[in-house]
């Protein structure tokens, strides 16, 4: 049924649900997962009504620290998929536009399953919030899995 699910993660306890489930779920199907991480680009800095450029360093050193955090959550998520026997792959980009990622990762690395954990926010709070998963579900051609 399906093969290859796309967990995307962002090491907080709401992604470990998605990490646990997706796990069960890949060893019942033999499916293989690539778990995908997003980290944010630095801000615009605006200073007295005029953006200003960051030097060279400040972008390496932003590029490095997202690098390493991206690492940190994808080697835990690899160390339990390896620990139960499903096959494990791990992305990472620098976006601001997290559900886009997310949407073109599972498209570039033909998965067939995006398996995503959501807070469930309704009315006011997912306006004022926004939703990613249904963000996500809006644009993906791949069917979604959304836990609660």
């Known amino acids: 049924m399906y093969e290859h699910l796309l967990v995307p993660v962002d090491g907080s306890e709401l992604s470990n649900k998605a990490i646990e489930h997706s796990i069960g779920l890949a060893k019942m199907l033999g499916a293989s997962i690539t778990g995908f991480t997003a980290e944010p680009p630095l801000p615009v800095l605006v200073v007295e009504q005029a ?77 004022i919030h926004g939703s990613l998963a249904k963000s996500v579900l809006a644009h993906s051609q791949v069917p979604l899995l959304i836990l609660h």
Not at 105 to 119: E, N, P, S
Request: glycine share 8%; net charge negative.
């Open 51 to 127: 953006a200003v450029a960051y030097d060279v360093a400040t972008f390496q050193e932003h590029e490095k620290r997202c690098e390493a955090h991206a690492r940190e959550i994808l080697e835990a998520f690899a160390a339990r998929a390896k620990e139960a026997g499903v096959h494990f792959d791990g992305q990472f980009m620098i976006t601001d536009n997290v559900q886009q990622g997310i949407v073109d990762t599972a498209r570039k690395q033909g998965c067939d399953l995006i398996v995503m954990a959501t807070h469930g926010r309704h009315g006011l709070d997912a306006l």
